[in-house]
């Protein structure tokens, strides 16, 4: 899959696409990103690439035309109608759901946006989707293009040690995801000693399927009891998870 990104900041992306595991998805071209400096379609000796809005006001807005000339040659560069995702705090929120989706997919056109955010008529003419990261507004669309990079090369073919690792993810199952352990056994403090949980210690594969089931249900319940219900009308709940959801005390 090939992601052309159009940035004004293409270096915030380098240490992203060549560190940590997801490294082998770049690396090897099944997550093929190409960067698009802006200003390089800009007019001029200073380049410039935004101005005052029209009706005045603060900030500045992205121009049109330096942009339509920029996605003109992401579009010849790449003979295919893949979709162009423009970054927004007004977009669709990212869910793991899109990522899955998106992850085995021919990727997509990434428009990273800054200042105020990009002149209308360009988003009204080229973009397919417009996404979020959240209800909180940054100072440009790199960091979730980053974001989103990251969460579909990590579920390519090969790029996780162990490739059951993001099943057992928050989300992937509809849950968020258990508390995890590792040495030491007991953890010396200040305040004493914290031991693994026992069924975890018990080499018991079932009761510890199970344990890390109903840990699972029980923060989900407690942090995310929309996902609780968007589960069980997905028929995802069995009965000895309505049981034990049944257990659980309120707060
Ligand atoms: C300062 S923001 C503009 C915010 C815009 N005036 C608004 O209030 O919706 C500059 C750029 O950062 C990106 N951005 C900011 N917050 C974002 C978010 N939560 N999700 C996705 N992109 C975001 C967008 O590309 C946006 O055009």
Known sequence: MRFDVVTLFPELFGPHLSEGVTRRAFDSGQVDVRLWQLRDFADGNYRRVDDRPYGGGPGMVM???PLERA?????????DATP??????????????????????????LLCGRYEGIDQRVIDRHVTLELSLGDFVLSGGELPAIALLDAIARLQDGVLNDAASHQQDSFSDGLLDC??????????TPEGELAVPAELMSGHHGHIARWRRERSLE?????RPDLIAAARAAG??????????STLKPG
Request: no cysteine; net charge positive; glycine share 4%.
């Open 63 to 65: 121009l049109a035309e």
């Open 71 to 79: 996605l003109a040659a992401v579009r010849a560069d790449r003979a």
């Open 84 to 109: 162009l995702i423009h970054f927004s705090p007004t977009g669709r929120r990212i869910d793991q759901a899109l990522v899955q989706e998106m992850a085995a997919g021919p990727g997509a056109v």
């Open 179 to 188: 508390p995890h352990y590792s040495r030491p056994e007991r953890l010396v």
């Open 219 to 223: 923060i989900t319940a407690r942090r």
């Open 236 to 245: 995802k709940l069995s009965r000895d998870d309505e049981r034990f959801l």
